[in-house]
Each structure stands twice: as C-alpha cells, then as structure tokens.
C-alpha cells in the first residue's frame, strides 16, 4: 500500500502540473528559457551540483576562458576535445521534446537556451536562440574558416591542438567562454522575446548567471508571468506565479499530458 503522504505529494505534483498546463493555454505569447539542468536527464552534468557538476573538480578560469584558449590552447583543447566526443552522443530528453512539441503545436514562441549541447534542434525545436553560442561548428580566429562539428576531429595536430586547415591557426569552439561577450544578436533577440512573453517558463536554470539572468526580470516588468521549474532555488522564487520542483523531464512530460 502507498503510504499516505506520498499520495499527498503526488496530488499536489499532478495539481501544478495542470496549473501550468492552464497558464500556458492561456497564455498569447509563451516563452521558454532554459539552462543546464533541462539538460541533466540526457546525461550532461550541469555546472555547480555537488560532487557531480562540471565545475567541481576543474576551475573553469583555467580551462574554459578565453585568454587559456590564446595563451594555451593546448589545455584548452585537452578539456574540450573529450566535452566534445561526451556532448557529440548525447540525445533529446522529454523535457526538449516537450518544448518541440509545445512550439509545433503553436503554445510555444521560441526557446532561448544558455546550452551549448544543440539538442533543442535535435528535438525539432526551431525558433532557439542559443546566447552561449553552440558546438555546431568551431572558426579560425584568424582566417574566419568555419568547420562542423564532425570535422574538428580531423583538425587535431600531435600536440593536440584543432588547427585551420587552411592557415594552421588554433580553431575556437562557436561557444562564448569565460571573458567573451554574449554574441549582440543572440541577446538582441532574447530580450525581443522576454519582453513580448506574457508567460515565461524558465526551465533547469538557477537563474543567477547575467545578463541571462535578467531576462525573467524584463518578462516580469512588461506585465507578464514567470512559471519556474528547475529543483536548485532562484531569485525569482517568490515572483513566480507557479514553481515546480521535480526532475524536468517528467516535469513538463506531466504538463504536455495534461493539456491533451
């Protein structure tokens, strides 16, 4: 027999759920913004998790900014080379799928995504405005040559190095890194959306990273609504109009069950 205040969580999950299904029904213009832990179902740990996050054991300063990457591109590359191969086999979970289906079926206006791991598109979500940039492709930063991600491996010198093929300069993964500016386009058309959203479903972010981070703020100061559902807290807990707390995937698989 299921003990009882287990049957009691599970009401008060299936509520939200539906309570969510209801604002985004209701809802002109929904907006996803997604970070890493929509992610985590697929295997990708994300960043600042105890014991499993990305950054527990490796001080990002020094693999992951942008003056190793032209000081050391070596080290730069022995940290990314492997993220690459992890992130290359990775696939969709319910939660992308979710999104995909919630934009094809019209309740959706576009995902805005701090992931680099492309697997919104790889779940058929179309409008995705990527403001870290994404491991699709990699360019020379000296003669602009720009490469898919299949063909980076083939760029490997001995010393392990992806270099230009045509100037043998270092390649840079198309991601912002730490001390690079988030690409103009990409926040341009993040805050378009923020500030036409009269939903916003902020989904696996701790929303603590800027100017990312401010986004939720610019939905909320042009009159619309914030529905938050990631397990870590955030700043704008206590502004949400609705906060669901359990694993992403299963999540937002309940909300698209329940709008039918």
């Not at 299936?14 to 295997?43: K, Y």
């Not at 979970?93 to 079926?105: D, I, S, T, V, Y």
Request: aromatic share 4%; proline share 5%.
């Amino acid at each position: 027999m299921i003990p009882r205040v287990s049957a009691r969580v599970d009401e008060r999950e299936m509520t939200g759920t539906a309570r969510l299904a209801e604002l985004i029904r209701e809802s002109r213009c929904t907006v996803a913004l997604t970070g890493a832990g929509v992610s985590v179902p697929s295997g990708i740990p994300d960043f600042r998790t105890p014991e499993t996050g990305l950054w527990e054991n490796v001080d990002p300063m020094e693999v992951a900014h942008i003056d190793v990457f032209e000081r050391d591109p070596q080290r730069f590359w022995s940290y990314y080379r492997p993220r690459f191969h992890s992130l290359g086999e990775k696939r969709p979970n319910r939660a992308h799928e979710a999104l995909a289906e919630l934009e094809r079926r019209g309740l959706l206006e576009g995902v805005i995504t701090q992931n680099i791991d492309r697997l919104h598109r790889a779940a058929g979500s179309r409008n995705v405005v990527e403001v870290h940039g994404s491991i699709e492709t990699s360019t020379c930063r000296s003669c602009g040559a720009s490469y898919a991600i299949e063909q980076v491996e083939g760029l490997f010198d001995e010393e392990g190095v992806a270099v230009c093929a045509a100037c043998q300069d270092a390649v840079k993964p198309d991601v912002v890194l730490f001390g690079e500016m988030l690409p103009a386009e990409a926040m341009r058309a993040a805050q378009e959306l923020a500030e036409r959203a009269e939903l916003m479903l902020c989904v696996g972010s701790s929303l603590v990273v800027h100017p990312v981070a401010g986004l939720p703020g610019l939905t909320l100061a042009t009159g619309g609504s914030l529905a938050i559902v990631t397990k870590s807290t955030t700043p704008y807990d206590g502004e949400a109009a609705l906060r669901l707390a359990g694993e992403v995937d299963e999540e937002l698989g309940a909300v698209l069950a329940a709008l039918g």
